[in-house]
């Protein structure tokens, strides 16, 4: 499973709302969580691999899921993705 978004944040994904990011996936122990951005895939349960990728304003990036727990993660990570003003749902 997963969803792209596009980066509204004007400072992008920084380190407080990897940390958002990194402490939901880390919630889902029945599921692995990846983003993927520029060519570049990371797991969603480490902040330096989510910094990595250098996400700014504009930018896209894709959140995917697997295992049993997938659509409560994906859901879960769409949530703090739009709550915390990072991104919008790429339709």
Not at 17 to 39: D, H, I, M, R, Y
Not at 54 to 76: F, H, K, N, R, Y
């Amino acid at each position: 499973m997963e969803r792209t978004f596009r980066i509204t944040d004007e400072d992008g994904i920084h380190a407080r709302p990897a940390t958002a990011l990194v402490n939901t996936a880390n919630k889902f122990k029945g599921a692995e969580s990846f983003a993927e951005a520029k060519g570049k895939k990371v797991t969603l349960k480490s902040i330096l691999g989510v910094l990595s990728l250098g996400l700014e304003q504009g930018d896209t990036i894709t959140l995917s899921v697997e295992g049993e727990q997938a659509a409560e993660a994906l859901q879960a990570l769409t949530d703090v993705m739009v709550n915390e003003g990072l991104g919008e749902v790429n339709a």
